[in-house]
């Protein structure tokens, strides 16, 4: 293998060459250079301690108890290299940092603190010369595609639960397979996720819904047992019958949602994830009546709640919350070709505009997911509305008028009365009785002095 690497990696591997320190390409630069893969994300290790790196990378910044300086990286300046010392780690008391760094005597020694083997080789550069150091099968494992613990998973993940996680992010943006022992680790450890601070749990689900694979992450999310733990409410959906005379539904709650997200073809990590819990409150109000209907009367309601809790619970930001629960809470829309301009006016205001594609996105999942057609003669006439009722004024503001020149043309002080006028106005442009053009408006206006 021969890595074509960038300038500024060049010129670190250089200096610390002419200074008669080891340095290494390390993590995931190396795997997807294995993989064939193109990366920016160039991070190494070296015998040097921080206050030799610092002299070899003067503008390096060291803020941290890791062995780890940071330097400038001109191809991703939002991206600094990391340059960090061997070391060793004892004592992981929280499940996720270690109370104690040592500084480590040998690559091999720093490597076997990483969490898997396709992220434990390490890439010597020496001239035009290239070899991969690789001391826990990490070759054998990108070619097998698989994911395994470096030595005991058990001892992995109690250092630091989120590596359970982090498995399946990986599983799910790679396409590996998560190996038997170290898939039995998660599920025997998967109660110590709940150790880890809940901004890091959402970072790796999210990252996992942004993958190419969100559905068989999610599949393995629930079988590893970490679903039950940070998300017990979507677990519930499981076993929960939707099959019943006059119903659309061929699968129970659970493997709708999981099926929806299969078919889901936003990119947007909140509107998978939407689309993944917009019926999470089913379990909640399910009835069966004596003709044997299944229904879920105001499931939408209870599902926003719910979605609600989790978005504080997994520390969602105000915005992600927003549309988390905009979309799970009027998923629910009517699709009807006998639709009046005001409804679907009402359907947008309750949506927001900048919502709409990804509720559409969210509605056609919810056909698939439920084995219904991709989509309807009544779904294709509503896209259309949709638009033609866009092209009409949407609010007052829209108006090709506005208070200053209704107190202009009518001699008004400002005042409650100039917003009926506009009010008034605004419905007229509405019923198609008059056309929002500046002069008809202008026109009308002087039919209202007072």
Excluded at 56 to 84: A, C, K, M, S, W
Excluded at 250 to 266: F, Q, R
Aim: neutral net charge.
């Amino acid at each position: 293998m021969n890595v074509e690497l960038p300038k500024s990696v060049k010129e670190i591997l250089e200096k610390f060459e002419k200074a008669g320190f080891e340095i290494y390409i390390v993590g995931g630069a190396v795997r997807d250079s294995l993989m064939g893969k193109i990366t920016n994300d160039w991070d190494f290790t070296t015998n040097a301690i921080p206050e030799e790196i610092l002299k070899i990378i003067p503008g390096g910044l060291y803020n941290n108890q890791f062995g780890t300086v940071f330097t400038n990286n001109p191809d991703e300046p939002d991206r600094p290299h990391e340059i960090t010392t061997f070391r060793k780690e004892e004592n992981y008391k929280d499940f996720r940092h270690p109370e104690k760094i040592v500084w480590g005597k040998s690559l091999k020694e720093d490597l076997a603190r990483r969490d898997f083997t396709i992220n434990a080789m390490a890439l010597l550069v020496e001239g035009d010369r290239q070899e991969i150091k690789d001391y826990y099968g990490g070759q054998e494992d990108v070619k097998a595609k698989l994911i395994r613990a470096v030595g005991n998973p058990d001892e992995r993940f109690s250092e630091d639960a989120l590596r359970m996680m982090r498995a399946i992010r990986i599983s799910a943006q790679l396409g590996f397979t998560i190996e038997k022992s170290t898939f039995e680790a998660i599920k025997n450890n998967a109660s110590l996720i709940n150790k880890i601070a809940k901004e890091r749990v959402k970072e790796e689900l999210f990252k996992m819904l942004s993958s190419p694979n969100p559905y068989e992450g999610i599949v393995l999310f629930k079988n590893s047992g970490l679903m039950s733990e940070i998300l017990p409410e979507l677990e519930k959906c499981f076993g929960v019958e939707q099959k019943s005379p006059g119903r659309h539904h061929i699968y129970d709650v659970g493997t709708h949602l999981l099926m929806s997200l299969k078919n889901c073809e936003s990119k947007d990590p909140v509107t998978r994830f939407a689309t993944l819990i917009h019926d999470i409150g089913k379990p909640q109000t399910y009835k069966k009546l004596e003709t044997g209907v299944i229904t879920f009367y105001n499931h939408e309601m209870v599902s926003t709640k719910i979605a609600e809790n989790i978005a504080d619970r997994l520390r969602f930001s105000k915005m992600e919350k927003g549309k988390l629960t905009t979309l799970v809470r009027w998923h629910q829309f009517t699709v009807d070709e006998h639709q009046t301009d005001s409804a679907i006016r009402r359907f947008l205001r309750n949506v927001g505009l900048e919502n709409v594609e990804d509720m559409l996105f969210l509605r056609v999942a919810d056909r698939l997911g439920g084995g219904a057609r991709e989509t309807s003669w009544r779904l294709e006439e509503f896209k259309k509305r949709l638009v033609e009722v866009q092209r009409e004024p949407f609010s007052i503001r829209d108006l090709k008028i506005n208070g200053n020149d209704v107190m202009k043309e009518l001699n008004l002080k400002p005042g409650p009365k100039i917003g009926k006028i506009l009010e008034k106005i605004f419905e007229e442009v509405v019923e198609k009785k008059i056309e929002n053009k500046r002069e008809a408006l202008l026109n009308r206006l002087k039919t209202l002095a007072p």
